[in-house]
T-cell receptor, first 111, second 113 residues
Framework: ELKVEQNPLFLSMQEGKNYTIYCNYS?????LYWYRQDPGKSLESLFV?????AVKQEGRLMASLDTKARLSTLHITAAVHDLSATYFC???????????FGKGTLLTVNP | DADVTQTPRNRITKTGKRIMLECSQT?????MYWYRQDPGLGLQLIYY???????NKGEISDGYSVSRQAQAKFSLSLESAIPNQTALYFC????????????FGEGSRLTVL
């Protein structure tokens, strides 16, 4: 059974600081997704990582995938308040097509 | 208008009642999913459908049933609702020919008293 662990689960940071959210998973996969959820809202796709070494960047967020380490990171650069949200990683096992989600990281960016 | 529409958005019901949550999409995607979200637990897959004639159970299908009435419509039913089915429910779609990225509806918040 695929397990997906995110850490930290709660992250409070100051504007302007950098930080990284980690997503570890337990079985082989080369397909990993990051989603953002604002309070009471739906999930919005942020990044799709489909191969070892994949790196994607959008604004102050950068995601990477290391399939050998079974690890993805979501790096936040110079955080701003608008980035406050819950971030989920989700992993798709080979030949399964069903995503397994992590529990999410609640990010709060304080002025 | 949203590409993935869920109705109702909020519903309060009593134990033992039958509830249907509906999902329709205009994205033309073949795959559709129902997820449940509980605080601190991420999302758990209830049922998924890869086309109109293909329905599959997910991790937590007990107490739920689904119907894929058309490519664009996928309904989730709770035959006899119980309080621990109180949750936020999401429908999602996926284009099987693309990257595996899911597109989510706005969610249906269900409270069972």
């Amino acid at each position: 059974e695929l397990k997906v662990e995110q850490n930290p689960l709660f992250l409070s940071m100051q504007e302007g600081k950098n930080y990284t959210i980690y997503c570890n998973y337990s079985t082989t996969s080369d397909r990993l997704y990051w989603y953002r959820q604002d309070p009471g809202k739906s999930l919005e796709s942020l990044f799709v990582l489909l191969s070892n070494g994949a790196v994607k960047q959008e604004g102050r967020l950068m995601a990477s995938l290391d399939t050998k380490a079974r690890l993805s990171t979501l790096h936040i650069t110079a955080a701003v308040h608008d980035l406050s949200a819950t971030y989920f990683c989700a992993v798709e096992p080979p030949s399964n097509y069903k995503l397994t989600f992590g529990k999410g990281t609640l990010l709060t960016v304080n002025p | 208008d949203a590409d993935v529409t869920q109705t109702p958005r909020n519903r309060i019901t009593k134990t033992g009642k039958r509830i249907m949550l509906e999902c329709s999409q205009t994205k033309g995607h073949d795959r559709m999913y129902w997820y449940r979200q509980d605080p601190g637990l991420g999302l758990q897959l209830i049922y998924y459908s890869f086309d109109v004639k293909d329905i599959n159970k997910g991790e937590i299908s007990d107490g739920y049933s689904v119907s894929r009435q058309a490519q664009a419509k996928f309904s989730l039913s709770l035959e006899s609702a119980i309080p621990n089915q109180t949750a936020l429910y999401f429908c999602a779609t996926e284009d099987s020919k693309r990257t595996g990225e899911l597109f989510f509806g706005e969610g249906s918040r269900l409270t069972v008293l």
